[in-house]
């Protein structure tokens, strides 16, 4: 799995640099295409002759821009869509929960007829009977161990 992970990260981040490159090259292709304009509020952009400032102010708004998809979106999702899902699942979760304590009170006298009625009806195990543990064999012949004697 962590293979897999980071296979697909790696490929990620390489998706990404070739989609940053293909934009860079789209733009500067259409800014030295004739006839073609990128007009924002009325006043025509030309790519190639970008100020400080303005490569500046552009360069740090795509850092927010970037900053702003990587983490307010995903963060918007998962309190917008995952939080109310979450209390709901709880809610449902509370609302059985209160449903079985109510059929436990409720079925309880049922229950505790229906547990005697068991008992009363199962079958006991039966215990096999108890043997006696055998008497030690005592072997007296020329071969059989003696027991040790005190000499005086």
């Known amino acids: 799995m962590k293979t897999l992970f980071k296979t697909l990260l790696i490929l990620g981040f390489i998706l ?18 004739p006839g073609v304009h990128l007009t924002i509020d009325g ?15 552009a360069g740090l708004g795509l850092i927010i821009a970037i900053g702003v998809m990587c983490l307010i979106v995903p963060l ?5 869509l995952g939080l109310p899902l979450l209390i709901i699942g709880a809610l449902v979760v509370a609302g059985l929960a209160a449903l079985v304590g109510v059929g436990a009170i409720v079925g309880s006298p049922l229950i505790l ?3 005697v009625i ?26 059989a161990p003696t027991e040790p004697t005190l000499h005086a």
């Open 113 to 115: 007829i229906g547990f």
């Open 76 to 80: 918007l999702l998962l309190l917008g």
């Open 43 to 57: 006043d025509d952009v030309v790519w190639t002759s970008l100020g400080l400032a303005d490569a500046f102010g």
């Open 118 to 143: 068991w008992l009363l009806v199962r079958d006991k195990p039966r215990k096999a009977p108890a043997v006696p543990p055998a008497a030690p064999i005592a072997s007296t012949g020329p071969g």
């Open 16 to 33: 990404v640099g070739v989609a940053t490159l293909l934009g860079w090259g789209a733009v500067h292709l259409l800014g030295d295409t």
